[in-house]
């Protein structure tokens, strides 16, 4: 059976740890540290893979630095609560139960320094589960900037095409 499984891990820092300025870098890090079966799925030449990650977030806010010229680097600070969330799709998923429950509290080196799951949060759903409610529209929330592969673009254009979303012109206001 076809499931859809979402995974919330809780980490904290053992210590200051500067990090890439996109943090997704650091929760597929994290990942592969605590499952290296993850990492096949993460090199797969496949253009839509069964796993997906989230940056890390603080208070509800990714860590995404955006600017090049900013002084500081982006950082994890010590005791502080962070998460990221995973999503995998398949038949992979029911393999995870048994290692998950060995996760908590465990630590975790990267970048230089450690951080510790301190909880992992999970969420199944096969796939009859999942629909869209009644509307005349659908609506996307992006919780930080995506880059987007435009359909058929390889077919049309000879090589695949992609644009930042959002774009000032497909905004509504």
């Known amino acids: 059976?076809?499931?859809?499984?979402?995974?919330?891990?809780?980490?904290?820092?053992?210590?200051?740890?500067?990090?890439?300025?996109?943090?997704?870098?650091?929760?597929?890090?994290?990942?592969?540290?605590?499952?290296?079966?993850?990492?096949?799925?993460?090199?797969?030449?496949?253009?839509?893979?069964?796993?997906?990650?989230?940056?890390?977030?603080?208070?509800?806010?990714?860590?995404?630095?955006?600017?090049?010229?900013?002084?500081?680097?982006?950082?994890?600070?010590?005791?502080?609560?962070?998460?990221?969330?995973?999503?995998?799709?398949?038949?992979?998923?029911?393999?995870?139960?048994?290692?998950?429950?060995?996760l908590i509290d465990r630590k975790v080196e990267v970048y230089n320094g450690k951080i510790r799951i301190a909880d992992v949060q999970v969420e199944v759903k096969s796939f009859d589960q999942l629909s869209f409610p009644s509307s005349s529209y659908v609506r996307f929330d992006f919780l930080t900037p995506i880059l987007l592969t435009l359909p058929l673009s390889k077919e049309k254009y000879g090589y695949v095409r992609h644009f930042l979303f959002p774009h000032p012109y497909l905004m509504f206001y």
């Open 1 to 102: 059976m076809n499931r859809l499984v979402k995974l919330r891990f809780n980490i904290v820092p053992a210590e200051d740890i500067i990090i890439p300025p996109f943090s997704s870098k650091v929760s597929k890090t994290i990942l592969i540290r605590v499952i290296p079966e993850l990492e096949s799925l993460f090199n797969e030449k496949e253009a839509v893979k069964p796993i997906v990650t989230s940056p890390i977030f603080r208070e509800g806010k990714p860590l995404v630095k955006y600017k090049d010229g900013e002084d500081k680097p982006l950082a994890l600070f010590s005791n502080t609560p962070y998460y990221f969330e995973t999503t995998l799709i398949g038949d992979l998923t029911f393999k995870l139960t048994d290692i998950l429950t060995n």
